[in-house]
Antibody
Framework: EVQLVETGGGLIQPGGSLRLSCAAS????????MTWVRQAPGKGLEWVSI???????YYADSVKGRFIISRDNSKNTLYLQMDTLRAEDTAVYYC?????????????WGQGTLVTVSS | SYELTQPLSVSVALGQTARITCGGN??????VHWYQQKPGQAPVLVIY???NRPSGIPEQFSGSNSGNTATLTISRAQAGDEADYYC?????????FGTGTKVTVL
């Protein structure tokens, strides 16, 4: 059974930094396309970043230059380093797996971790 | 950037059929996927590649895609189908989500 468990969320002041973790079981983070998707309170879903199995990374324009996605293969864990946080980054952050390089959709989601950026 | 438009809400009588649309420019040329999200829970994939159901998703969920509109159909709606539903496509090296539709079962 695949499980994705996010941790690291919390209350942080604007301009601060936070690192989210996604511990995976039942799948290999290094062999899959892993992404972060977020959802602001009461709002829709927004893709944030992807880390391909080959190591390439891509970001939504809204976080480019501020967020960094990475992984630790030995811990089978995905990370999202978030710097220079803004109020508009407040959201639940989900770790997901892209199921198909051909069709590009998410078949596994974590339960999410809430990040609140506020003074 | 590519945009996907969904109705804000859809109401359906218990046991009847709900149809949720997802509009986008020539969306019929793309692969459309649908997610169900219940309050306080993570989204769940209910349809992928326009009309395919993942294992464990009941047959009451079906999908179609043509022209400028993709549609998620929920047949024989039950109280447990009340949720937000999002469509999603891949465009220009990015995942794009629809605006989301709240389905209410009356």
């Amino acid at each position: 059974e695949v499980q994705l468990v996010e941790t690291g969320g919390g209350l942080i002041q604007p301009g601060g930094s936070l690192r989210l973790s996604c511990a995976a079981s039942g799948l290999s983070v290094s062999s899959n396309y892993m992404t972060w998707v977020r959802q602001a309170p009461g709002k829709g879903l927004e893709w944030v970043s992807i880390l391909y199995s080959g190591g390439s990374t891509y970001y939504a324009d809204s976080v480019k230059g501020r967020f960094i996605i990475s992984r630790d293969n030995s811990k089978n864990t995905l990370y999202l380093q978030m710097d220079t946080l803004r109020a508009e980054d407040t959201a639940v952050y989900y770790c997901t797996r892209d199921a198909s390089i051909a069709y590009r959709y998410f078949d596994y989601w974590g339960q999410g971790t809430l990040v609140t950026v506020s003074s | 950037s590519y945009e996907l438009t969904q109705p804000l809400s859809v109401s359906v009588a218990l046991g009847q059929t709900a149809r949720i649309t997802c509009g986008g420019n020539n969306i019929g040329r793309k692969n459309v996927h649908w997610y169900q999200q219940k309050p306080g829970q993570a989204p769940v994939l209910v349809i992928y590649r326009d009309s395919n159901r993942p294992s464990g998703i009941p047959e009451q969920f079906s999908g179609s895609n043509s022209g400028n509109t993709a549609t998620l159909t929920i047949s024989r709606a039950q109280a447990g189908d009340e949720a937000d539903y999002y469509c999603q496509v891949w465009d220009s090296n990015s995942y794009v989500f629809g605006t989301g539709t709240k389905v209410t079962v009356l």
